[in-house]
């Protein structure tokens, strides 16, 4: 007769490598729509006794400006609150719903707030936040980031509370609309999208595009977090050569940024590897130094 062999596993009473999912959070109600992110959670954060707060990560995912899908990225986003930092997946008001530039900007950064508000309640540390965004997520992300509390995209939730972050990663982003709609100036497609994100005034579409234009708002030695700009060089709905542009002028205005290129990759799908992800965590860990 064969013995039986039992292996042994040691516990995991720290709960390391391991989170949770707190859907459907609410984060706003006034501005017309009730708008809702998702939380991913270590569940680290939630064992009895712990006195630590967590790095967090506010992600939007790419949408053409409309509703961002907030669970797209949340199996990969669970790295991340593996690894012992929060994450929310947030959604913002769609230009086709009536909400014109600068909506989405203003909900990203009332998300912000709204998370450094109830910073006890998720185990958030509110000086380390960063905020990272995909395709016109990452136009999002990269406002955030250099228009940290200006007055004009503060709504009237937690105004108390600010909404500069500490990080950016922005990838394969518009940094310069005037130049992405003038590529696709001979597309049909075109006219609508621009007047849902700007108005019906067509005189005021240009001056609207510079000024959501992440690249209009870097200025030398203005005050900004270390930026990661993540581009795949067969990209063809959102030209590589904009994160270079972007990365330049932010380089040559003093700010702190890292570029990467993806071979081969184009918009979204064959963009994303393990090896993008920890490229991302690596950038991160530097960056948020409360993140040991």
Not at 225 to 251: C, M, T
Not at 262 to 284: K, M, N, P, R, T
Request: aromatic share 10%; glycine share 8%.
């Amino acid at each position: 007769m064969n013995r039986l062999s039992i292996k042994h596993i040691p516990s995991n009473p720290s709960l390391a490598g391991l989170c949770r999912l707190i859907p459907d959070v609410v984060y706003s109600e006034s501005q017309g729509k009730r708008l809702h992110m998702d939380l991913l959670v270590p569940w680290t954060a939630e064992r009895p006794g712990f006195d630590k707060r967590c790095p967090l990560i506010v992600f939007i995912q790419g949408s053409s400006w409309t509703t961002p899908d907030r669970g797209y990225e949340i199996p990969q986003l669970s790295f991340f609150a593996r690894q012992g930092f929060v994450v929310a997946t947030v959604e913002h008001r769609s230009i086709f719903e009536g909400a014109a530039f600068p909506a989405f900007l203003r909900d990203v950064k009332c998300a912000v707030r709204f998370l450094r508000k109830n910073a006890d309640k998720y185990a958030v540390d509110p000086e380390q936040v960063a905020v990272w965004g995909t395709s016109s997520g990452s136009n999002a992300a990269m406002l955030v980031g250099l228009t940290g509390g200006e007055k004009q995209f503060i709504t009237d939730e937690y105004p108390e509370f600010s909404d500069a972050v500490q990080a950016v990663v922005g990838c394969f982003g518009p940094a310069d609309i005037r130049d992405l709609v003038w590529s696709a100036r001979h597309s049909a497609a075109i006219a609508p999208v621009l007047t849902a994100a700007f108005g019906p005034d067509e005189s005021l579409w240009e001056s609207a595009m510079a000024d959501f234009s992440p690249m209009t708002h870097v200025e030398k030695d203005k005050a900004v977090p270390p930026f990661l700009l993540l581009h795949g060089n067969s990209d063809v709905e959102v030209p590589y050569e904009q994160s270079i542009r972007f990365a330049q002028k932010l380089a040559a205005c003093g700010a702190e940024v890292s570029a990467v290129c993806i071979d081969g990759a184009g918009h979204e799908w064959d963009f994303w590897s393990q090896a993008v992800y920890e490229e991302i965590l690596g950038f991160l860990k530097q960056n948020l130094s409360g993140r040991h």
